[in-house]
């Protein structure tokens, strides 16, 4: 069964992966960005730590949320209609502790709120205000471009598990030549070796076809409700599908409810269900800052 409520856990990262279903802004590209801005960082100094892209022509302010031992005050800078979401912090490298990391998902959750986020890996850190300006001028159109297919869109989170035991108990009831060679095994006297063999064979290869199936099936149960689907890459053995969903604003409700639906409907698997989450898994950034050359 899903869990009762939707767990929000620490930052998302942006694995490599396959994507599914196409659609719009299955998969929004923008132009390429060191985490560090290009920029050589060798401690000391202020700079600024960008979390986010968003559409605004105002300066907004959203309060000591930033990180940092004492929560930095979150701001934007702002060039014609776009806006870098940051805080003032050190130059250095950022370690990915859990405090890190969840103040920048604090930072990006707070801001999707009310507006549409392109959200930027952990540990984004510019020199200058004038270097932010810059990746906004340089990169404006594609920017413009990710925002509109990402404009009113959500990103959840869905891993299903099963018991490995419980699954081929299941099969040896259903398949015959596996329940046949189970017996014999059980009832053989001499060497069983090549039998066992045998049925680990089938075992594997029906546990293999059920996984297809089930994850099939799952992905075409939702894909009414959601723009776009993302498979990763699953993790562990009790893993069968790991996967991301880009669902609109209006949606959200029809799109639970569908995942509490399956859930009852396959009651021996375990559902994980995240989110709503920036859309981590269906933009991918690739910023390259280049500065102004000079006349």
């Known amino acids: 069964m899903p869990e009762a409520q939707k767990k929000k856990r620490g930052a998302k990262a942006s694995p490599g992966a396959r994507a599914k279903d196409g659609?719009?802004?299955?998969?929004?590209?923008?132009?390429?960005?060191?985490?560090?801005?290009?920029?050589?960082?060798?401690?000391?100094?202020?700079?600024?730590?960008?979390?986010?892209?968003?559409?605004?022509?105002?300066?907004?302010?959203?309060?000591?949320?930033?990180?940092?031992?004492?929560?930095?005050d979150v701001h934007t800078v702002n060039?014609?209609?776009?806006?870098?979401?940051?805080?003032?912090?050190?130059i250095e490298v950022h370690d990915p502790t859990r405090e890190n990391v969840l103040a920048h998902e604090r930072v990006n959750e707070t801001v999707m709120r009310k507006y549409t986020v392109i959200p930027m890996s952990f540990g984004t850190v510019f020199k200058t205000r004038d270097d932010i300006v810059e990746l906004l001028r340089s990169a404006y159109d594609a920017f413009r471009d990710v925002l509109m297919k990402m404009q009113d869109k959500l990103e959840f989170g869905l891993k299903v598990l099963w018991d490995r035991e419980v699954m081929i108990r299941l099969i040896e009831e259903q398949d015959?030549?596996?329940?046949?060679?189970?017996?014999?095994?059980?009832?053989?006297?001499?060497?069983?070796?090549?039998?066992?063999?045998?049925?680990?064979?089938?075992?594997?290869?029906?546990?293999q076809q059920l996984s297809e199936k089930y994850v099939s099936e799952l992905f075409e149960a939702l894909r009414?409700?959601?723009?776009?689907?993302?498979?990763?890459?699953?993790?562990?053995?009790?893993?069968?599908?790991n996967a991301a969903f880009l669902v609109s604003r209006d949606k959200e409700t029809a799109f639970d409810q569908k995942v509490k639906a399956i859930g009852a409907k396959y009651d021996k698997l375990t559902f994980k269900y995240t989110g709503p989450w920036p859309p981590y898994n269906f933009v991918n950034i690739r910023l390259k800052l280049e500065r102004a050359k000079e006349k």
């Open 224 to 241: 009414d409700v959601a723009v776009a689907s993302r498979a990763n890459k699953p993790i562990g053995d009790k893993m069968i599908m």
């Open 79 to 90: 060039y014609k209609d776009i806006a870098a979401v940051v805080s003032d912090t050190p």
């Open 176 to 207: 015959e030549d596996v329940r046949r060679l189970k017996n014999e095994i059980s009832g053989q006297k001499g060497s069983t070796y090549f039998a066992r063999m045998q049925y680990g064979r089938l075992v594997d290869a029906a546990l």
């Open 23 to 72: 659609g719009a802004g299955a998969r929004a590209l923008a132009p390429e960005v060191p985490a560090d801005g290009g920029l050589k960082t060798e401690g000391g100094g202020r700079g600024k730590y960008v979390y986010c892209i968003i559409q605004s022509g105002e300066t907004l302010r959203f309060g000591p949320l930033g990180i940092g031992a004492d929560p930095a």
